[in-house]
């Protein structure tokens, strides 16, 4: 049975194919009533000019934004701030979790290992933060302080997000992913309306006459469109673990963690499991990184007791190899994953920010509207039930 779902949940053969919705948001996008944003995950960036045949890891941030304003979209953002907030959130989780000697700590950023857990492993479901994945974050944001800042309707707002993953499709339909509609009392409204994965952004650019090649360079939307380096790199493998405990040395030594002060062993970010022991002051935390679901089984029956802090992708790489990413089949698939995760981090040493709790736009947003970090209005847009 386990093997049946660790087939289901990622399929290295690649039999399995999305469901399309690209040509729903060409619609919504003509409709005059609509207002359409999209948020872009941080690891299309490196990856979506592999559609139109530029090397992995070419940069091409700017001209995703340009392409999808030509296309007619109203706001275009960065998820990279929901990473941030996502950071905030999980490391006050940690803390609190640390405090009460409830650990391991599970991350929760990845729909398919969410999915996998709760299905063969429902022992360790409570173990998973309660925190919800960036582009979900962002769609309840966008829904309720972004509409009430532009003083918009969100019943009109369509919201769409360009995700590495297929796993997105089906993470936007539970039940739970509607915090948005609670808030307004429309339970039907939903905080994410569409996923487009990284192929059918391309579908869609294509069939509605964008010459992505030719498209002017254009910035986010900056209301919601400034992240860190730290959430630059949530889209690779042990990313999401670095920015998660960069933020929780802070807030617990009131100083930034040392630049090296994660050592992962071993040091191939392509080996399926990877640890660490870090130093936060006045203990140790013994940390793992997983990628590739189906090293996933064995940690869980025989090294988790090891372990306080676990991040888990389904994908190889994490994102950067997401199931929805262009394909590159035969020997030099796990070339082309590092060369899109060395871009990313590149791209995020040019952020200026380091560290998730510096950004200022997150700092503004709890100041003017979250509160603070598992707050009462944090609890209930960013965060579900375990």
Known sequence: MRTLWSMYLFCPRLALTEQYHYQEVARAIADPDKIVVVTTAPSIRVSFGEM????????????????????GVDYVFDATFAADLTIMEEASELMQKLEQGQLPLFTSCCPSWVRYIKLLYPNYYS????????????GA????????????????????????????????????????????????MRDVDFVLTTRELAYLLNDNGVDFLQAPSAPYDSLMGTGSESAMIFGATGGVMTAALRTTFRM?????????????????????????????????????????????????????????????????????????????????QAEVIQMRANALRQHGLQQGVRLSCDNADVQAIYREFLGEPLGEISKKLLHVER
Request: net charge negative; glycine share 12%.
């Open 52 to 71: 139109y045949g530029l090397e992995p890891g070419t940069n091409v941030e700017g001209e995703i934004v340009g392409a999808l304003r030509q296309l």
């Open 127 to 138: 173990n998973i933060s309660t925190v919800k994945s960036p582009l979900l974050m962002q």
């Open 141 to 188: 944001l966008v829904k309720t302080w972004f509409a009430k800042q532009m003083d918009i309707d969100p019943a009109r707002i369509v919201c769409v997000a360009i995700a590495p993953s297929t796993g997105k499709k089906a993470e936007i339909q539970l039940p739970e992913m509607n915090s948005a509609g609670v808030w307004h009392e429309r339970p039907q």
């Open 252 to 332: 617990l030594n009131n100083e930034n963690p040392p630049d090296d002060f994660i050592n992962f062993q071993p040091l191939d970010a392509f080996q399926g499991v990877r640890q660490a022991t870090v130093d936060m002051g006045n203990f140790n935390l013994n940390v793992a990184t997983i990628h590739g679901i189906g090293n996933v089984s064995s940690f869980l029956e025989q090294e988790v007791h090891k372990y306080d802090f676990v991040e888990v992708m389904a994908c190889p790489g994490g994102c950067i190899g997401g199931g929805g990413q262009p394909i590159h089949r035969g020997a030099g």
